[in-house]
Nanobody, 117 residues
Framework: QVQLVESGGGLVQAGGSLRLSCAASGSSINAMGWYRQAPGKQRELVATIITDGGSTNYATSVKGRFTISRDSAKNTMYLQMNSLKPEDTAVYYC????????????WGQGTQVTVSS
């Protein structure tokens, strides 16, 4: 069983920065990621990171502006968001895939990010 707790959301002006954190409890986490959902839109992938090796993947819309990272000692994942745009406004969700034999997907409760123009 994995529990995920996000923090770090808030209100920021366009061009500003925020860092989101996702503290994970549990073991056998294979991959983690950030997703976001804007009002009236479907949830979309923002970035992912493989725990073994640290390989990362980004949505085209955030490449070059967002950086995903993970501190294995703290079992915490981060999303550094720079050059924020109003279209980045959404609820950001932490995601983890865990399980040695039967992988399962876990979600955090979400944290609101609002970028004003």
């Amino acid at each position: 069983q994995v529990q995920l707790v996000e923090s770090g959301g808030g209100l920021v002006q366009a061009g500003g920065s925020l860092r989101l954190s996702c503290a994970a409890s549990g073991s056998s986490i294979n991959a983690m990621g950030w997703y976001r959902q804007a009002p009236g839109k479907q949830r979309e992938l923002v970035a992912t990171i493989i725990t073994d090796g640290g390989s990362t993947n980004y949505a085209t819309s955030v490449k070059g502006r967002f950086t995903i990272s993970r501190d294995s000692a703290k079992n915490t994942m981060y999303l550094q968001m720079n050059s924020l745009k109003p279209e980045d406004t959404a609820v950001y969700y932490c995601n983890a895939i865990a399980g040695r034999f039967i992988p399962r997907t876990y979600w955090g409760q979400g944290t609101q990010v609002t970028v004003s123009s």
